[in-house]
């Protein structure tokens, strides 16, 4: 085990507690958190052994403090779905996770402790946010929400599927800016506070700049398959040579 995602599981039922005792979140609230707060710390021990990380950066702390938030806006979530819960609470903890993502990225700039674990960290934060609150509104807002929160995921499955998807993506930014919005509009919609058909609006305009985002990267995926395709393969035959697996040439000699 490493101490961050320790840290994070205590301060995660810490946070689940005092929710409960001030709003109550029932079985299901409390099930949703549980599994949450467990499933979160062997992702992040297993992804720190993967990147032979030990302890967690400046910025990680922050991300961690967010995804502490998101929990609690899971088991809020959860327990909606038995009965009622308050909504400025449930808000009132997105806008604070919200708000938070973008002081992360400013801490490990400041600090010079960005890192490839810290991103990936930060942007699956950010998605699973997106799908609990899509899991939220979509209730009142129709089934075709949850297309919103799906998104990510289905992407993720499609790169089992297809190696080519799995290529390495150029920086840009706009990836950051449409993830951000889906976020505001989520919320805004789970406030309940302007008129349902400004709130079907955005959301479907939200939805539509996901669906650019993520079609803009196919697209350029695609383009570069062949060289993709190559890498991999070529990944693969050297893993066979150190392996010495059938189809591979042994290190050894005769």
Not at 76 to 100: E, K, Q, R, Y
Request: glycine share 10%; net charge positive.
């Amino acid at each position: 085990m490493r101490p961050g995602p320790v840290i994070g599981l205590i301060l995660q039922f810490a946070m689940l507690a005092l929710l409960s005792a001030a709003v109550g979140l029932g079985p299901a609230g409390w099930a949703a958190g549980i599994a949450y707060a467990l499933g979160s710390c062997v992702l992040l021990t297993r992804a720190m052994h993967t990147a032979g990380l030990v302890a967690f950066g400046p910025a990680d702390l922050v991300t961690l403090t967010r995804a502490a938030l998101v929990g609690c806006v899971t088991a809020l979530t959860a327990a909606s779905f038995a009965g009622d819960v308050p909504v400025p609470v449930l808000v009132g903890i997105t806008v604070v996770a919200l708000v938070l993502d973008a002081v992360d990225g400013k801490v490990a700039r400041r600090t010079a402790t960005a890192s490839a674990f810290g991103a990936r960290f930060d942007m699956e934060v950010d998605a699973f946010l997106i799908l609990v609150l899509s899991c939220y509104v979509f209730p009142a807002a129709g089934s075709w929400v949850l297309a919103i929160g799906a998104m990510r995921y289905v992407y993720v499955v499609a790169t089992w599927l297809l190696p080519w998807l799995r290529g390495q993506l150029f920086p840009r930014y706009w990836r950051k800016v449409v993830a951000a919005i889906q976020g505001i509009v989520l919320a805004t919609a789970a406030a309940d506070a302007l008129p349902r058909p400004v709130v079907v609006v955005a959301l479907g305009g939200a939805l539509a700049l996901l669906t650019e985002s993520f079609g803009r990267d196919v697209v350029y995926l695609w383009r570069h398959r062949a060289a993709t395709t190559g890498a991999i393969r070529r990944a693969a035959a050297q893993t066979r040579v150190m392996t010495g697996a059938p189809g591979g040439v042994r290190g050894d000699r005769a």
